[in-house]
C-alpha cells in the first residue's frame, strides 16, 4: 500500500503528462485510494488539485466536463479531501473565460458552493477577492437578462464576507464601478436606486478612511450616464 508521499508523486507524475488517458490513470488511482480500506493515511484535496490543474490547463475537447468530474468526486468525500479554495478557483476562473449562459450558471453555482461549505465550517473554502471579481468581471460581459440582478447580489455578498471578517476580501474602485457600469447598461428605476446606494456608501466609506473604494472619474461619469437615462 502507498503512503501519501508515494501517492502524491504518482499523482504528479500523471498530471505532467498532462494526456487524458493519464489524467484518467490519476483520477483511478484516487478512486482506488478513496476505497481502500488499508489505507492508513487521510486524503486531503492537494491530489485532486494536481490532476484538477493540469486537467485544466491541458487541450482536452473536453477539460471543462473532466474537471466538473473531479469536483465532483471531491464533493463527495468528507474532511480536507473536500474542494478548497484553490479549486473552487481554478474551476470558477477557467469556466469565466467562457462566455455562455451556462457556464455562467455553473461559474455562479461554484461560488455558492465555496461560500456555503465555508458558512458551514470548512475554513479551507475561504473564498478570496479572485473568486468574487472573477464571477463579477463574467456577469459584467454577459447577455443574459439575469445577470444585472446577480451582479450586485454578488457584490452584497462580497460586502458581508468583508464585514464577517474574512481578510481575503479586498473590495476596491474597480469592483464598484464594474458593478455600477453593469446597473447602467439597465436604466430601470430599480437599478438606478441600488447604483445611487453604492454611490453613497463608497463616498460614506471613503470619508472614514478607506480609500481603497474612493469614487473616482469613471464612477461618476457612470452615474451620469445612469441619471441621464432616468432623466
Known amino acids: ?11 504528479e507524475a500523471y498530471a505532467a503528462q498532462g494526456t487524458d488517458s493519464s489524467l484518467d490513470q490519476g483520477r483511478e488511482l484516487l478512486l482506488e485510494m478513496i476505497d481502500d480500506p488499508e489505507i492508513e493515511f487521510e486524503l486531503d484535496c492537494v491530489p485532486f488539485n494536481i490532476l484538477l490543474d ?5 487541450n482536452s ?11 465532483a468526486i471531491m464533493a463527495k468525500l468528507s474532511g480536507n479531501a473536500r474542494p478548497d479554495s484553490m479549486s473552487y478557483n481554478m474551476m470558477i476562473g477557467a469556466l469565466c473565460k467562457i462566455p455562455t449562459k451556462e457556464l455562467e450558471e455553473k461559474a455562479v453555482g461554484h461560488l455558492r458552493n465555496m461560500l456555503k461549505s465555508y458558512r458551514d465550517g470548512y475554513k479551507k473554502a475561504r473564498p478570496d477577492s479572485f473568486s468574487f471579481n472573477c464571477i463579477i468581471s463574467m456577469l459584467a460581459r454577459s447577455e443574459s437578462g439575469e ?23 479586498v473590495l476596491d474602485t474597480i ?27 463608497m463616498e460614506e466609506k471613503s470619508s472614514m478612511g478607506n480609500t481603497a473604494i474612493t469614487p473616482d472619474i469613471m464612477t461618476y461619469t457612470i452615474i451620469l450616464r445612469i441619471q441621464e437615462k432616468v432623466g
Not at 54 to 58: A, D, H, N, Q, V
Not at 61 to 71: D, G, I, P, Q
Open 1 to 11: 500500500v502507498p503512503d501519501k508521499r508515494i501517492m502524491t508523486s504518482l499523482i
Open 54 to 58: 493540469s486537467t485544466l490547463k491541458g
Open 61 to 71: 475537447a473536453n477539460k471543462l466536463e473532466r474537471a466538473e468530474a473531479l469536483m
Open 147 to 169: 445577470a444585472t440582478n446577480v451582479i450586485y447580489r454578488t457584490l452584497m455578498a462580497m460586502e458581508n464576507q468583508r464585514k464577517r471578517g474574512n481578510e481575503s476580501i
Open 175 to 201: 469592483t464598484y464601478n464594474t458593478v455600477l457600469g453593469k446597473l447602467a447598461k439597465s436604466g430601470s428605476k430599480e437599478d438606478t436606486k441600488k447604483a445611487m446606494t453604492l454611490l453613497e456608501n
